[in-house]
Each structure stands twice: as structure tokens, then as C-alpha cells.
């Protein structure tokens, strides 16, 4: 039987059958995951919005969140979960000028929740 160096300095007497070929894959898994991982994007976004369906009801609200931004023309898509049992997608434009906060863009009855979260998707012209 071999003795395996563990990380607390003492040696190990027992060393379990592919102990090291898991700890190798769990590693190689490890820094993949930390290399494929996306960084973090710049650039800041000049709306922000928040959603929510329960007891009966469904609301979005926005916030022109970018003080040097250009008012934003948005749009968005959000999929949600009717009382009867059906999907249904709500869809819609609104417009937001520099400072607007806590704006009510989508506002409807009928639902129990969301089953995606929204989606908007907004630009701006200067």
C-alpha cells in the first residue's frame, strides 16, 4: 500500500481507488469553468427595469438609471403564466427620458407568474 502526502502535512495510510483521477478532473473542470466564464461587460446600461406576477397581477417598471444617456426607446417580451392555465406573451414599446424613475411600462391582470423574466431591449439616439 502506498502513502499519499495530504493537504494537512501528515501522510495518509489508506488512498481511496481513482482518488487522484478525480481530483485531476475536478481541477482541470475547475479552471475550464473559470476560463470559459464571460467577463463582466463595460459599458453601463441606461435603463433598468424590474418585474413581477403574483396574486393575480403583473407589473414592469423602468428607470432611466444613466444621467448622460439619451432619452431611450425600448422595447420588451415577457412570457407569462395565466390563471386558466396558459402562456401568454405580453409585448410593448415605451419611451424614457433622462431621469424617469420608477416608471410603470406594462401593467396587466390575469396572471400568476412570470415564467420567464422580462426582456428589454433599449437604445438610444443623441
Not at 13 to 26: I, S
Not at 101 to 123: E, H, K, M, W
Amino acid at each position: 500500500m502506498s502513502h499519499v502526502s495530504r493537504c494537512n502535512g501528515r501522510r495518509g495510510d489508506r488512498q481511496f481507488p481513482g482518488e487522484d483521477e478525480t481530483m485531476n478532473w475536478l481541477k482541470i473542470a475547475a479552471v475550464l469553468a473559470v476560463a470559459g466564464c464571460p467577463s463582466t461587460a463595460v459599458a453601463k446600461d441606461a435603463v433598468s427595469c424590474g418585474g413581477a406576477a403574483m396574486l393575480g397581477g403583473a407589473q414592469l417598471n423602468c428607470s432611466h438609471v444613466e444621467p448622460q444617456a439619451p432619452p431611450q426607446f425600448c422595447t420588451f417580451s415577457w412570457a407569462l403564466h395565466a390563471m386558466a392555465g396558459d402562456q401568454k406573451i405580453v409585448e410593448g414599446t415605451f419611451m424614457l427620458p433622462p431621469g424617469a424613475s420608477n416608471v410603470t411600462v406594462y401593467q396587466g391582470s390575469g396572471f400568476d407568474s412570470a415564467l420567464s423574466n422580462p426582456i428589454v431591449i433599449c437604445r438610444g439616439n443623441k
